[in-house]
């Protein structure tokens, strides 16, 4: 067994004053994991009462302070505020003079690269971008489920290693993701969780529709297995009537659908098509039975339906 004592984070060198702009669920979270690195949050800027909380619950004893004193206090600065709030903030800092030279600069935002702090960079900052993919709750387990994060990194070449080096520290894993694609990652990840939750919460509303009285736990398990299939086997995974070719199974969803829960029919023909779509490439759905379904697909857009045989 290894007797050597282990030196305490705060003696190891060059730890950074962190900042943050935004206290919503992301920000503290992630100032609360450099600081178990060895970093020291020394200020935040909250405005909501709600973000106040947050940030003492997450960051006690850190104080509150306008954004401009966020900036002068710190060698490093988490600006964890909303998409399109971010190109504003970052002009707006720019132009009050607070952005210091060799400063670093970190947004968290999925749709942009290191290009929207280029007003920073003319004033000296070190711009980075660092994309936790990973839902947040603005509570501490939040600091748990960093550890092995993917964070989507983003920044100039020379400071590419001090990125990288930064997501580490916060338990997560690195992947480079090029300025051009920004978007593209982004809308692939809200594609996949977003929609994920609107999906499982519709579920739920149906099943206790039917007379289910825990939806949650009879999708927990079925869930589970079909998230673990899809990323182990991707389209190979499909299952269900669409891939099957069952149209008049599917027919009758519809046709359920528009009796008890309109306004989950339009959510339900898209993702079909979608299936129907991937499993006929993937020669899942036979196509002497894919003509029937699309056709059961097709008629549920104009208000019949369709035969639910």
Same mark, same amino acid.
């Given at each position: ?8 984070? *705060? ?10 702009? +935004? ?32 940030? $003492? ?10 954004? @401009?004193?966020?900036? *002068? ?12 709030? =971010? ?15 060799? *400063?670093? =600069? ?12 280029? /007003? ?15 839902? %947040? ?13 993917? %964070? ?9 290693? @001090? ?21 593209? #990652?982004? $809308? $692939?990840?809200? =594609? ?27 999708? +927990? /398990? ?7 299939? @899809? ?31 309109? *306004?989950?029919?339009?959510? #339900?023909?898209?993702? @079909? ?19 029937? =379904? ?16």
């Amino acid at each position: 067994m290894n007797t050597t004592p282990q030196p305490d984070p *705060q003696d190891r060198p060059a730890r950074l004053a962190v900042g943050v702009i +935004g206290a919503g669920r992301v920000g503290p979270a992630l100032a609360a994991s450099l600081q178990l690195a060895g970093h020291r949050p020394v200020a935040v800027s909250a405005v909501s009462e709600r973000s106040r909380r947050r940030a $003492a619950e997450l960051l006690a004893d850190v104080p509150v302070l306008p954004p @401009a004193e966020v900036l *002068q206090r710190s060698d490093l600065v988490l600006l964890t505020v909303p998409d399109d709030a =971010l190109p504003g903030l970052v002009s707006g800092l720019a132009e009050t003079g607070s952005v210091r030279p060799g *400063q670093l =600069l970190v947004h968290t935002s999925g749709r942009y690269g290191a290009r929207v702090l280029d /007003p920073a960079l003319r004033a000296g900052a070190l711009p980075l971008a660092l994309h936790p993919a990973m839902t %947040f709750t603005g509570t501490p387990v939040d600091v748990q489920r960093l550890a092995g994060c993917s %964070f989507g990194v983003t920044a100039p070449e020379e400071l590419r290693l @001090a990125a990288e080096a930064l997501v580490i520290e916060m338990g997560g894993e690195p992947e480079w993701i090029a300025e051009e694609n920004r978007p593209l #990652y982004h $809308a $692939a990840l809200a =594609l996949g969780a977003n929609h994920l939750v609107t999906l499982v919460a519709q579920s739920m509303e149906l099943l206790r529709t039917a007379g289910v009285s825990a939806p949650d736990r009879m999708l +927990g /398990p079925l869930l589970g297995a079909a998230l673990d299939n @899809a990323l182990r086997s991707g389209d190979a995974a499909l299952t269900g009537p669409v891939a099957r070719g069952d149209a008049g199974t599917v027919a009758a969803h519809v046709a359920e659908l528009r009796r008890h829960a309109p *306004q989950a029919v339009a959510g #339900y023909l898209a993702m @079909a098509r979608a299936t129907a779509d991937r499993a006929l490439a993937h020669g899942l759905l036979k196509p002497e039975l894919a003509e029937d =379904l699309l056709g059961v697909l097709a008629h549920g857009t104009d208000g019949t339906e369709g035969d639910a045989r």
